[in-house]
């Protein structure tokens, strides 16, 4: 799944000069969540990393302003399946508006990590090819998302209760599963 990370990016009510120090922190902890998402399988986009954008912004560039960036932000919350919604995202006017956005696009809204499912795992057409002690080679195309899940089938099942000299189990151009039957 595609999951858009909110939460609070500008700091709020301090001194100019701690500004960056305190918006790379908030970077850091959205980071964190990326790699909890990862971790589950999922695909993030964390609208904090425009952080780098935005000191990076060559000299004679105009300076963009905070609303550009809650459009630019809520242009990619369009591309996502989800939204996550960081700790303290409440305190954030553009959290705020990237939940709000999510709603009317009913998108699915996790609040903590825990609540983020695993990804599932996308399903693969496997060939499955046996052969007989008479010579008779065979073979089928089976979607699975894995080894267990072939083997699970009914049609692998049915295979295997013929008996055969060897069945192969083949993924993209290569071997994932060899059974041979005269061990």
């Not at 990393?49 to 630019?72: G, I, M, N």
């Not at 083997?151 to 059974?179: C, G, R, Y």
């Amino acid at each position: 799944m595609k999951i858009y990370v909110a939460g609070s990016y500008t700091p709020k009510n301090c001194d100019p000069h701690d500004a960056p120090v305190i918006a790379h922190r908030n970077v850091k902890k959205a980071i964190e969540v990326f790699w909890k998402l990862v971790e589950k399988g999922h695909y993030p986009y964390l609208p904090h990393l425009t952080h780098f954008v935005h000191l990076e912004t060559p000299e004679k560039a105009p300076p963009l302003s905070q609303d550009f960036w809650y459009k630019f932000d809520l242009e990619w919350l369009k591309c996502c399946d989800a939204i996550f919604m960081m700790p303290g995202w409440e305190t954030s006017k553009g959290a705020r508006l990237e939940h709000e956005a999510a709603k009317k696009l009913g998108l699915k809204i996790y609040y903590s990590i825990d609540e983020v499912p695993e990804a599932k795992k996308e399903m693969n057409n496997l060939l499955i090819i046996w052969r007989y002690e008479d010579g008779g080679l065979h073979f089928a195309y089976l979607d699975a998302r894995s080894l267990d899940e072939v083997e699970n089938s009914m049609m692998f099942k049915a295979v295997k209760s013929t008996k055969p000299e060897w069945i192969i189990i083949a993924e993209e151009k290569k071997v994932i599963h060899l059974e041979d039957e005269k061990k």
